[in-house]
């Protein structure tokens, strides 16, 4: 069973920074092939993807995050990263670490971020 530990999360002033982590259980080879995200849930609301990050390195984002989030990996590490800046009180919500490859789907726990003054 590949575990997905996130990590990173806490409370923050409008404005500020923080950078997530997401470790994976699984060798630096077949954490290469996975396609790695990070999604958020809101409270009351769904959940909702923020960054993605391709075996290739290449990336999207939400629209409402673009600018201000960049999505990394280091494969060396089995990590992905989420670095978050001028972060908003609409960025408040628990943050999962997803990894998708071939057929296979894996989720981490979720680290939350509040973003409050």
């Known amino acids: 069973q590949v575990q997905l530990v996130e990590s990173g999360g806490g409370l923050v002033q409008p404005g500020g920074s923080l950078r997530l982590s997401c470790t994976a259980s699984?060798?630096?080879?077949?954490?290469?092939?996975?396609?790695m995200g990070w999604y958020r849930q809101a409270p009351g609301k769904q959940r909702e993807l923020v960054a993605r990050?391709?075996?290739?390195?290449?990336?999207t984002y939400s629209d409402s995050v673009k600018g201000r989030f960049t999505i990394s990996r280091d494969n060396d590490k089995n990590t992905v990263y989420l670095q978050m800046n001028t972060l908003k009180p609409e960025d408040t919500g628990l943050y999962y670490c997803?990894?998708?490859?071939?057929?296979?789907?894996?989720w981490g726990q979720g680290t939350q971020v509040t973003v409050s003054s």
């Open positions: 997803r990894a998708a490859g071939g057929a296979t789907i894996h």
């Open positions: 699984v060798s630096r080879t077949i954490f290469s092939l996975y396609k």
């Open positions: 990050i391709f075996t290739n390195h290449s990336t």
